[in-house]
Every structure is written in structure tokens, then in C-alpha cells.
């Protein structure tokens, strides 16, 4: 039985290392091309790719897996199932026929809740308290296809899409293995999603990465930690980016009466963080990244710089 298995990311490397370890028979390793990473530029290979050449497994990284050349490739291979995971294009109709026991992915949400490319994030984002990994058979449309099984997991008040993605990355490796016999033997009975309540979770933009602090506390929070380990969440400080790494809700009154106060504005400034004032309150900032600088803990940033009370930030 030849299965092909496709992803990019840290995010598909356990559900690859899961069908290796259990003896299935993948016959090629489908991922992104080498990107230049790091102020070097280094052509650096994804993590998938790093497993597949660990493993001595044939690896094809087609720009576009669209192209009559791509779907050429791995034809080439004979695949009885492709299972996908973050692999980051989007699959021609040429390539969702080729195998006989179709394509299937592992989705990091609870279909048909956060269909597209940024689900965990936008989960955490906008506030959600549970999410899963949905194993689903692929279709034309985006995340539309019929659902096999899920597992729902909770997104604790502390977790950061990192955390979630490392979480889920391993739930999504258990449900494959679980399913998997089945699936093989086509003894799966897949359910179709509910279009009316399916929202979409777009790739995220720099717009997002913005913090509006006329938003509550906790939107703001739940916006920085969404962001975390990747781009991270910024504000403006003397015209320039500045980063916002950690944050908390503080849970005592505000160091003083915030709602007369223009949001933004810096309210206090200690070893515990600097507080700045948002729509309902106030957040204290825990690690923050001048432009140009590297992340730093507040007490680190507070040696000799000039940012003071009352400072506005924006």
C-alpha cells in the first residue's frame, strides 16, 4: 500500500514520524522548496524534509504543485492514499483523483469552524477555549471536504499558538494512526461539514499584528499570545515598531483610574512590567523588542531607556 505524505512545517513532522515508525509503506515525502532563513539568507530545507532524508525517503519540492510537471512527478510513485498536514498549496483536481483511497488531511481546528491557512492562531486570537484537530478527506474547495474524525482538545488561558500547535501537532499524529486501518481498508464512514456554520481563518497579515489599545485587556492579550512564537504583536513607540513578546491581564485594580486615560498611555513602569492603559483597563507588558534590538525581559529594557509615565504608545 504506497502512501505519500505531504507537510511542511514542525506541525507535520510527528504525524510523518508516526507512519514511518508504524511501518507504512511511504513511498516519497511532498514539501515546500528550500527558503533562505536567518540575517545569512540560508537555504535552510523544511522540517519534513529533514525527517524524509533521515529516513532516506525520496523528497520532491515542486513550486507549484499545480503544474503539469508536479502532478507528473508523482504520479510517478502510484500513491493508494496522500496524506497531507500543513503542506501549504493547494491541490490540483489532477492530484486529489490520483489515489485510489483519496487524499486526507490533518486540519488544526474543529471543522467546519476555521477553515484555512491560519486556524490555531485565529482560534487563540479570538478567544476561543477549546480547539482539535479534524481529520477529514480533501475536496476541491478550501477545508471543505467530508470529515472522518476529530479530537477536541482545551486551549488553556496561558497557552500561545505555539504551545497549541506542538499539542496538536501530536493529537493530529494519534488520530492518523488511529484511523489509518481503516482508512485502508475503506471501512471509514466520513460525515459532510455544515456549511452554514463553517468561519474561515485566513492567512494572518501585518495588519494583525497591530495592537489597537482602544480593544479590552483581554483582546489585546489574547492577540499577543495568538502571535507567539512568530511574528509577534507590535505597537508604535518615538515612530518606531516595538514588539510585545509577553503580556498579562493584571488581576488587582490598575496602578491608578484608567477612564479618563487616552489608551496607549504608559501608566506605570516597574521590575513586574509596564502597564499600559487599554479600552477596559490595563495590560502589563512582561517582554517587549525595541526596533532593532533583541527581545528583552522588562527589567532589562527599563535600564536606561526613555520611555517614561505617560509615555503614549500607539
Known sequence: MNIVFMGTPAFAVPSLRRLIKEGYNVVAVVTQPDRPQGRKKVLTPTPVKEVALEFGLPVLQPQRMRSPEAVEQLAVYQ???????????????????????????????????????AP??????NG????????????????????????????????????VFEKLSEVG??????????????RVTAIPQNDEESTYAPNLKREDEKIDWNRSSRDIYNQIRGLLPFSGAFTIWEDEVFKVWEALVPTGPSS????????????????????????????????????GKKVLEVDSFLRGTSMAKGTVLT
Do not use: F, W
Not at 499524529?173 to 475503506?186: D, I, K, N, T, V
Not at 504608559?266 to 526596533?291: C, H, M, N, Y
Open 173 to 186: 499524529a494519534s488520530l492518523l494512526q488511529r484511523e489509518l486501518p481503516l482508512l485502508l481498508e475503506g
Open 79 to 117: 500513491p493508494d492514499l496522500i496524506v497531507t498536514a500543513a503542506y501549504g498549496q493547494i491541490l490540483p483536481k489532477a492530484v486529489l483523483d490520483m489515489p485510489r483511497l483519496g487524499c486526507v488531511n490533518i486540519h488544526g481546528s474543529l471543522l467546519p469552524k476555521y477553515r484555512g491557512g
Open 120 to 125: 490555531i492562531q485565529r482560534s487563540i486570537i
Open 256 to 291: 491608578e483610574g484608567t477612564s479618563s486615560i487616552v489608551p496607549g498611555t504608559v501608566l506605570q513602569l516597574s521590575s513586574e512590567g509596564i502597564e499600559v492603559a487599554t479600552a477596559d483597563g490595563s495590560l502589563r507588558l512582561i517582554k517587549v523588542q525595541p526596533s
Open 128 to 163: 476561543e477555549t477549546v480547539t482539535g484537530i479534524t481529520l477529514m478527506y480533501m475536496a476541491e474547495g478550501l477545508d471543505t471536504g467530508d470529515m472522518i474524525s476529530q479530537i477536541e482538545i482545551p486551549i488553556e488561558d496561558h497557552d500561545t499558538s505555539g504551545s
